[in-house]
């Protein structure tokens, strides 16, 4: 199965984005998928996770502004991101276990 990420763009602080992330196959399959994030420079995030029951876990920097979710009917995990601030700022990928890394789509938040 491939994801394929999408939904990104510039917005000023305070906005809202929801990201996307389209699967090839049936997500139902794949234990878990999760959200990261990595800042230009720096280290790849683990920011959301979901699970096929709907278990979710957030890091803490996005506890409260993000929301992670799945249809399971069109494949795909949203990542809704509210009060968006500067350091949020990133190229965000989804994954799961036995997929492959995608391209990312890129989220820029100004002040």
């Known amino acids: 199965v491939q994801l394929v990420e999408s939904g990104g763009g510039s917005v000023q602080a305070g906005g809202s984005l929801r990201l996307s992330c389209a699967a090839s196959g049936s997500i139902d399959d794949i234990y878990m998928i999760s959200w990261y994030r990595q800042p230009s420079g720096k280290q790849r995030e683990l920011i959301a996770s979901?699970?096929?029951?709907?278990?979710?876990d957030y890091a803490d920097s996005v506890k409260g502004r993000f929301t992670i979710s799945r249809d399971s009917a069109k494949n795909t995990v949203g990542l809704q991101m509210n009060s968006l601030k500067v350091e949020d700022t990133a190229v965000y990928f989804c994954n799961g276990i036995g997929t492959d890394w995608g391209q990312g789509t890129q989220v820029t938040v100004s002040s």
């Open positions: 979901i699970t096929p029951k709907n278990w979710t």
